[in-house]
């Protein structure tokens, strides 16, 4: 069955919607993995050497001890924004006589295969080799290495938690948080008794039972958690809501365009994901106080360009790269309607054009901080909508996964919707502010610079006809092939 079920995997990639997009995307993910996994070994082989020169009185494999919680924690955070849980379509398997332990068990084994899984591996392994050419202890380090794999299926399996069950990631969110500040406020040492710990599994070799049963009872959680939602009436069964009437004739006024935002602010205010998202843009405004705050940026004033791009850009950054995803439920629909697809795309722009402009009236307090950092945030303001709105209305073009408007409770959790192609599109947004700002800044002053970000982004309104023209051919190309992939369901 588990060999079945391979194939019809196989089959879906290859002829999902989704295989003939971007192949020069998908070239850039898999150089980018083959990169990481590079580096990743070099680390792992030069580590042990740097640890020594470094700290030439400590043992290396005693400091890595006492710092891999670092590791696992940012292990934690990347695999709960980046990493996307394997899915199958169930539904029509539950009809089928399958055993619903066959079908759970192949889901939860498809996640040992994330290269999140592998990055460890690619770290330690040639950590422990290295190790073992030094005269370490043969079982001593293949027990503790097993170890620290054990603990990384672990964290696999607490990601599939968390993305899942909002109690799970609210309990692991707020001890992180007390231990933080136990450690911060020099309250209690955090990091002994863990280091201690781990020197007790690379000493004590019998120890490695302990990551093994965390592992396992990690699987059973989730086994269990899968197969008490695993019938056909919790798949198929949907809550009746009740939705009131909002009043938005007032709209009327933008003619062509009234049809579509009255469609997003109604989405916005009845639908859960929307309003998180909203609210979550809303804190972005507070992005500056960690560069503003701080004299080392000041001495590098292109990470404060970099920084003045969220402080007005939170909107724009978390709800705008995901059009056309948010109508994902009812694009077909939307498509068939006798109005043009520029006014589509024209309407998400001033949508976005408007949530700039109010973040940047609530952005006044940076006054505090000087004309100068409010002048940036202005020329960020300007240069997000001017550019930085049609290079996220292009990035919608390639992103053709849907979005389930009413997952509830997910505010910070929910990464439906995420794919990596958005991380290629967004650099853009990141690095071209910093570098128009920097070359005048270097060149001639900081005010010049200002200026400069500031014209790119009024050049970009200037042309605002041309940029929505070259984006609509854009998605007029890719509109049958998104309207299949929103079709799919996972």
Known sequence: MIKHFLTLEWKQFFRASYFQKGIAIKILLVLGALYFGGSAIMLGAGMFFIMREAIPNTDPIVIVNNVIILWFLFDMVLRFFMQQLPVMNVKPLMVIPIKRNTVIHYLL???????????????????????????????NVICWFLSVVFITLSINYLNFLINKNNAVFYILVSTIAILIGVQYFNIYDVFEPIGVA????????????????????????????????????DAVTKKAQKVSATDLSWMNRFGSLAVFLKNDVKMIIRNARPKQVLMMSFLFLFYGLIFYTQDTYKQMPAFLAFASMFVTGGFLMTFGQLVPSWDSEYYKLLMSQNIPYRKYLESKWYLMVVAVAISFVLSTPYLYFGWKIFGMIAAGALFNVGLNSFITLFGGALNRVPIELNVKAKAFSNTQGFNPTQMLIALPKFVLPMLLFYIPYKLINFETGIIVLALCGVLGIVFKNFFLSKIESVYQKGKYKTIAAFAEKA
């Open 198 to 233: 781990f020197n007790a599994l690379y000493n004590q070799k019998y120890l490695v039972v302990l990551p093994m049963a965390l592992a396992g009872l990690m699987y059973y959680i989730n086994f269990k958690f899968i197969r008490n939602g695993f019938y056909l009436d």
């Open 109 to 139: 084994g498809k996640t040992t295969l994330s290269f999140f899984n592998f990055i460890p591996i690619f770290i330690f392994l040639p950590f422990s080799i290295v190790l073992l050419f030094n005269g370490y202890p043969f079982f």
